[in-house]
């Protein structure tokens, strides 16, 4: 979406922080992760600043590791839509995007939840959809099972198809009809309760990176939540999802690429990069070095100094000592790279994690930012941001009040909502309705 004068429209979006390394929870500005007040504060502040929307995430099952609960897993949070539901309360305009699984759940009953979020926000609701093919999760739900990793999106496409074919099962003028859906996956039929919403469909979201989220993205998706951010592998991934569109008939501003981003400043670029390096200093405290390592070693490692070398033993890929966590493809690999980079620098375990693993995206000053945010979006790398604070939940204050602003000023960013709906935030079309 471009403004009269032709600049491109930077789309932004606040994720709440938690259940990883990100978050630094010794801050003495560090607040509840459970608490309503903190869910507040932080859609209150992405609306002042007029994000398109606020996005939860969601766990199903309390990471382990090593037999024990992960130390940065959220005990005790509470589930995504009930979450937004409360929020629709306290905001007008934010979009509220939650996180669901499609691998354990069911058709009927989450296009309910989404189709009444919706009607309760006045046309803000959001769905991420995401699979799951851990069977540690699985053990949570009555099927006790879960799917091979092949089989996780071709339930996703039909799941979410069916969930359309649901709210497609009242007409735009507010007639209720049968539905009847048969497939591999489910078979249904009977009258869906809520009648078409604001939106006529929630926006759905797409988190995969593997070839076929790409393709499932591109066949059905409004949002992708993606994880490249660097210049070069974001115009790459953007073009590659961008290319998929038209074999399905649509074009390229019908999906939107917002990749997950961290951001530090400072008043100067210098004071940012000290800013930055503390940042990730607390994020990785010598017992998270040594638990990053034993994700990638697959080995109790509680032995080793995090001020000390890297094991020489190699990883063990077969290893059940994390559980719930994505699996690293190839941790031989990976602890190949680690000796090189830590031999090569001379870094201790703790300073290779550092180096190696998630870092600011974007460090300076606002200003630096600001004109950084706009190369990434004039050049093909993204058309918006999802920004994960490090701190819960005051952390996106100062990108609200520093550099939204200058974005504002440099033609690139709202200074006001135009319309009601997450979907004219997005300049995204309602979509057709199909009877």
């Known amino acids: ?10 789309h932004l979006a606040a994720h709440f922080p938690g259940v990883n390394s990100t978050t630094v929870w010794a801050d003495p500005r560090s607040r509840s992760q459970i608490e309503f007040s903190s869910f507040e504060h932080l859609a209150r502040t992405a609306e002042r600043g007029l994000f398109d929307f606020f996005f939860l995430a969601e766990g199903l099952r309390l990471r382990e590791h090593n037999g024990r609960i992960h130390d940065l ?3 005790g949070r509470p589930e995504s839509i009930t979450v937004l539901n409360a929020l629709a309360a306290v905001t007008d305009r934010l979009g ?10 069911e058709p009927y009953e989450l296009a309910r939840r989404f189709a009444s979020l919706d009607h309760l926000s006045a046309g803000r609701a959001a769905w991420n959809v995401v699979t799951s093919s851990d069977a540690f999760t699985g053990e949570n739900f009555r099927r006790g099972g879960y799917l091979d990793h092949g089989d996780r999106y071709t339930r996703a496409a039909e799941f979410l198809a069916t969930a359309r074919e649901l709210w497609d099962s009242w007409t735009p003028e507010g007639e209720q009809r049968p539905f009847a859906h048969s497939g591999p996956q489910f078979g249904i039929e009977g009258g869906f309760t809520v009648p078409r919403s604001p939106q006529g469909h929630p926006v759905v979201i797409q988190a995969g990176d593997s070839p076929e989220g790409r393709e499932f993205a591109a066949s059905a998706a409004d949002i992708i939540f993606s994880r490249h951010s660097t210049l070069e592998a974001g115009r790459e991934f953007y073009a590659d999802a961008k290319g998929r569109l038209a074999r399905y008939g649509r074009a390229p501003e019908d999906l939107k690429i917002m990749p997950a981003v961290t951001y530090a400043l400072g008043d100067t670029d210098a004071e940012a990069q000290e800013a930055a390096a503390e940042i990730r200093r607390q994020q990785v405290s010598p017992q998270n070095a040594i638990l990053a390592l034993e994700q990638i070693w697959g080995r109790d490692l509680s032995g080793y100094d995090p001020d000390g070398p890297l094991p020489d033993v190699d990883p063990d890929p077969d290893s059940a000592l994390v559980q719930g966590r994505v699996k690293v493809a190839d941790p031989v690999a990976v602890a190949r790279r680690w000796r090189a980079l830590s031999e090569e620098k001379g870094l201790s375990i703790r300073q290779t994690v550092i180096e190696t693993t998630g870092r600011q995206s974007f460090v300076g000053s606002p200003e630096t930012v600001a004109a950084a945010l706009e190369e990434f979006v004039v050049t093909g790398a ?4 999802i920004l994960v604070p490090h701190l819960t939940p005051g952390g996106l204050d100062d990108f609200v009040d520093r550099v939204v602003p200058l974005l504002q000023e440099r033609g690139v960013f709202r200074t006001e909502y135009a319309g009601t709906t997450l979907r004219s935030h997005l300049g995204l079309p309602e979509p057709v309705w199909k009877g």
């Open 1 to 10: 979406m471009s403004t009269p004068e032709g600049r491109r429209q930077i």
């Open 382 to 385: 993204a058309d918006g941001f």
């Open 96 to 105: 509220l995007a939650g996180t669901v699984n499609a691998t354990f759940n």
């Open 73 to 75: 897993d959220v005990v």
